[in-house]
């Protein structure tokens, strides 16, 4: 019987958060970063540039009488969405000597385990790859209420 016991949980409230877990914990990425301004959602590649910004008078029209306040966004790719992704994901466990992966679909849904590890179901592909790569690794993801992540579930009985 497998141990849940034994198994971090981690509550996710996103897919993007999904993401960045996969890729700091599984993926070992480096991930994109880049500097948003809170309010109206521009992008900069750097703090100097967002702070330079704030002498623009193009700028300073989208936030009049308003601070504006930056914040560093980290990205990730998008493993739980993009299958591409998901399979960089098997290829790095793979090369971790990891069971292999056993990917079905059954009832609409999607199913995913390595070896004789617990499966789990999800709505799409990456989604199920993505976190029964995660629970391989001792990870148990639980999703917050209304994050539109859809149904997931896990089967614990396989030992």
């Given amino acids: 019987m497998w141990n849940d016991a034994l198994c971090e949980r981690v509550q996710v409230a996103s897919l993007r958060e999904l993401d960045a877990l996969?890729?700091?914990?599984?993926?070992?990425?480096?991930?994109?970063?880049?500097?948003?301004?809170?309010?109206?959602?521009?992008?900069?590649?750097?703090?100097?540039?967002?702070?330079?910004?704030?002498?623009?008078?193009?700028?300073?029209?989208?936030?009049?009488g308003s601070a504006a306040v930056f914040v560093e966004v980290k990205e990730y790719r998008r493993y739980s969405e993009n299958l591409d992704a998901a399979w960089y994901v098997v290829e790095s466990l793979s090369q971790q000597q990891t069971k292999p992966l056993v990917v079905l679909r059954r009832a609409g849904n999607w199913e995913a385990a390595f070896g004789d590890g617990?499966?789990?179901?999800?709505?799409?592909?990456?989604?199920?790859?993505?976190?029964?790569?995660?629970?391989?690794?001792?990870?148990?993801?639980?999703?917050?209420?209304?994050?539109?992540?859809?149904?997931?579930?896990?089967?614990y009985s396989k030992s």
């Fill in 118 to 155: 617990p499966s789990v179901g999800a709505p799409t592909a990456p989604l199920a790859i993505c976190l029964a790569a995660l629970l391989a690794r001792g990870i148990v993801v639980e999703f917050e209420p209304g994050c539109g992540c859809g149904e997931v579930i896990t089967d």
């Fill in 22 to 64: 996969v890729g700091t914990r599984l993926t070992q990425e480096t991930p994109i970063t880049h500097w948003e301004d809170s309010r109206t959602h521009f992008r900069f590649s750097s703090i100097e540039e967002a702070i330079e910004a704030l002498h623009d008078p193009y700028f300073k029209q989208f936030e009049p």
